[in-house]
C-alpha cells in the first residue's frame, strides 16, 4: 500500500539551530515526492519536489531535501532555522493530482 | 495571476444538512483536487476533477460528490452531513503542462453540529 510516515510529531528547535524533518515513503513506483508548509489557518504551500535526477534538491526558504532510494526516505533540511519557519510540514507522495499525505510534523521555534 | 480561491472560508451546518463547497482555480488551470483535513485522520485526497470528468476518487462514502464547470470552476457537495465531516477542505488546482505541482487554496472550515 502507499503511505508516508513522519515519525516526528513535534519538533522544537531554538532559533538559528539546525533542522532536519523526517518522511518515509512507500510507493510501488518512482516517486513523486514533495514537502509543503502550512500556516495557522491557511492552505499548502509547496516548499520543494522530487521527480527524478540530482536527489539533492532545492527549495524555497532556504530548504533542501535529499531522497535516499535505498531507504525510501526524502528528509527536509534547513541549516539555520527562523522564528517564521514555525508551521506545520506535510511530506507527500504520488501524482501531483491525487498526493497522499503523511501525518505533518509541528515545528516551533523557540528565540 | 490571482489564487486559488474557496467560498465560503467558514461554514456552520447541523447533522442530516447538506453543504455545497465552492473552489475558483487559477487561470489556465484545469485539474481541480479536493483533499480533507482533519486532526484525526489528517490530509485525505477525495477526489479530482479534470475538464469536467471525475479522473481520480479517493475512498470516501458517496456522500461526498464533486463536479467541475465548463470554467474549471469546482464543487463538492457533502449530503447528509454527519459530525465527523468537521473538517478543513482544501482545493487545489494544478496546470496542464509544467511545473508539476499543486496549488492550493486557502481552505473551507465546516464544522457540523
Known amino acids: 500500500a502507499q503511505s508516508v510516515t513522519q515519525p516526528d510529531i513535534h519538533i522544537t528547535v531554538s532559533e538559528g539551530a539546525s533542522l532536519e524533518l523526517r518522511c518515509n515513503y512507500s510507493y510501488g513506483a518512482t516517486p513523486y515526492l514533495f514537502w509543503y508548509v502550512q500556516s495557522p489557518g491557511q492552505g499548502l504551500q509547496l516548499l520543494l519536489k522530487?521527480?527524478?535526477?540530482?536527489?539533492l534538491v532545492q527549495g524555497i526558504k532556504g530548504f533542501e531535501a535529499e531522497f535516499k532510494r535505498s531507504q525510501s526516505s526524502f528528509n527536509l533540511r534547513k541549516p539555520s532555522v527562523h522564528w517564521s519557519d514555525a508551521a506545520e510540514y506535510f511530506c507527500a507522495v504520488g501524482p501531483k493530482d491525487k498526493l497522499i499525505f503523511g501525518t505533518g510534523t509541528r515545528l516551533q521555534v523557540f528565540p | 495571476k490571482a489564487g486559488v480561491t474557496q467560498t465560503p472560508r467558514y461554514l456552520i451546518k447541523t447533522r442530516g444538512q447538506q453543504v455545497t463547497l465552492s473552489c475558483s482555480p487559477i487561470?489556465?488551470?484545469?485539474?481541480v483536487s479536493w483533499y480533507q483535513q482533519t486532526p484525526g485522520q489528517g490530509l485525505q485526497f477525495l477526489f479530482e476533477?479534470?475538464?469536467?470528468?471525475?479522473?481520480n476518487k479517493g475512498n470516501f462514502p458517496g456522500r461526498f460528490s464533486g463536479r467541475q464547470f465548463s470554467n474549471s470552476r469546482s464543487e463538492m457537495n457533502v449530503s447528509t452531513l454527519e459530525l465527523g465531516d468537521s473538517a478543513l477542505y482544501l482545493c487545489a488546482s494544478s496546470p496542464p503542462a509544467p511545473p508539476d505541482e499543486q496549488f492550493f487554496g486557502p481552505g473551507t472550515r465546516l464544522t457540523v453540529l
Open positions: 522530487y521527480f527524478s535526477g540530482d536527489t
Open positions: 476533477y479534470f475538464s469536467e470528468t471525475q479522473r
Open positions: 487561470s489556465g488551470h484545469r485539474s
